[in-house]
């Protein structure tokens, strides 16, 4: 089983920054995939960035530019800086991890609790 669990949001003023977190934990050999998603409706969440374990990352067309994505294999946690932030960024934001490989499993997904980021003045 992996946990995943997030921190860094907030409230912040438009044109501001911040900067979310994700720890991954748990009986963990790999995780292929890791990124943050945005709830928009009830059942829908949108990607807004992912990164493979090798560093490749993609980015939703609303935040290139602005967001920037890392991650720190040996500490399986994920960041995501955040600028320039505007109203259209307020949301929960989510943690996923895709292709996590625990004793026993392999190709699990796993989700975060969600943490709220309001852009407002």
């Known amino acids: 089983q992996v946990q995943l669990v997030e921190s860094g949001g907030g409230l912040v003023q438009p044109g501001g920054s911040l900067v979310l977190s994700c720890a991954a934990s748990g009986s963990i050999l790999s995780i292929y995939a890791m990124g943050w998603y945005r709830q928009v409706t009830a059942d829908e969440r949108e990607l807004v960035a992912t990164?493979?374990?090798?560093?490749?990352?993609n980015y939703a067309d609303s935040v290139k530019g602005r967001f920037t994505i890392s991650r720190d294999n040996a500490k399986n946690t994920v960041y995501l800086q955040m600028n320039s932030l505007n109203a259209e960024d307020t949301g929960v934001y989510y943690c996923?991890?895709?292709?996590?490989?625990?004793?026993?499993?392999?190709?699990?997904?796993?989700w975060g609790q969600g943490t709220q980021v309001t852009v407002s003045s």
């Open positions: 990164i493979t374990k090798g560093g490749a990352a």
């Open positions: 996923k991890a895709a292709g996590a490989i625990t004793p026993g499993k392999t190709g699990g997904e796993y």
